[in-house]
């Protein structure tokens, strides 16, 4: 897992990337990270997060998702998201509507392999607040994104071996 940082003006924007062999067929994959109801399953429980509302169809683009989540100090936030590209069973991406950042693009990329499926996921993000956003992305920001994604990892591999 790691953090790249690129300057675009005053805007920092993150990347944030990592990659998980996980023993699913393709096809299998795709069946459970599409689905949002999942998440609430592989985030930690610390993070509060509940999905709100979620169309019971399969994912497309366009498909709207709110979710409610307490990042910092135990603050309830509710964040949207759109499903902007779908590739089933290849590739999806989210970006943020309205929510804790002020950008959001994640990439969710799934590829065929000898011993099931890569799962890559890659995040743009940029805070808020200029220069604050970026005090706050150092303190604490970039350890609970680690921390996430690393709780994610234990998880799938719990639950798939």
């Avoid at 011993?115 to 805070?127: K, Q, R």
């Amino acid at each position: 897992m790691e953090v790249r940082k690129e300057e675009e003006s005053a805007l920092k924007i993150y990347t944030f990337e990592t990659k998980q062999q996980i023993p699913l067929s393709l096809n299998e994959a795709w069946d459970f990270f599409s689905d949002p109801n999942q998440l609430s399953e592989i985030t930690p429980s610390w993070m509060g997060f509940e999905v709100k509302d979620v169309p019971p169809q399969n994912m497309y683009p366009g498909m709207i998702i709110s979710y409610q989540l307490k990042p910092l100090y135990g603050i309830k936030l509710n964040w949207v998201t759109e499903i902007t590209h779908v590739s089933a069973p290849h590739y999806f991406v989210d970006e943020q509507r309205f929510g804790p950042y002020k950008f959001w693009h994640h990439q969710h990329h799934f590829k065929e392999t000898n011993n099931g499926t890569e799962m890559n996921d890659i995040v743009h993000y940029a805070l808020p607040f200029a220069i604050v956003g970026r005090i706050v992305h150092r303190l604490n920001v970039e350890k609970k994104l680690n921390a996430i994604f690393q709780y994610r990892k234990n998880k799938l591999n719990k639950l798939f071996g």
